[in-house]
């Protein structure tokens, strides 16, 4: 509970870019669990993704989503990873918080997702209008 609160603490903006950093760094690094590996990648794709579980656009709810569960999700990555790598990985980040990732296979992974909505949608439709 002390690290939860410590991150809650930490949570302005550039902290929680060096965190998420951090977590792309554990996610890239070969010594890091599966399990973690993949917990990991979901709250950077929560984090960086335009789709959310509550949208943005109602009030206290759109924001407070993001507030509680990206770093309830760095929390759980923090308590699953093994302490020396988790450090390791952290210190990685804020020495190099100016070298971000070039992520283009995430923004084409977002983009392809949102046409396979659509084109579901459409679909939807159209087999609904015949």
């Known amino acids: ?17 060096i965190y998420l950093l951090a977590l792309w760094k554990l996610f890239k690094h070969p010594d890091t669990p599966r399990a ?20 943005d ?4 709810l759109g924001m407070l989503d993001d507030l509680i569960l990206v770093p309830l999700g760095i929390a759980l ?10 450090q390791a990985r952290l210190r990685e980040a804020e020495a190099g918080r100016e070298q971000l ?5 995430g ?8 046409l396979l909505l659509l084109a ?10 015949f």
Do not use: C, H, Q
């Open 1 to 17: 509970m002390k690290r939860v609160r410590r991150l809650f603490a930490a949570g302005n903006a550039a902290r929680l870019g």
């Open 107 to 114: 923004a084409v992974l977002v983009v392809a997702l949102w």
């Open 77 to 86: 990555v923090v308590k699953l990873t093994p302490p020396e790598l988790w």
């Open 36 to 55: 973690v590996r993949w917990i990991a990648v979901a709250v950077l794709a929560y984090a960086l993704s335009p789709i959310d579980l509550i949208p």
């Open 57 to 60: 656009f109602i009030p206290v």
């Open 120 to 129: 579901g949608f459409v679909a939807g439709i159209i087999a609904l209008a």
């Open 101 to 105: 990732p070039r992520l283009v296979w």
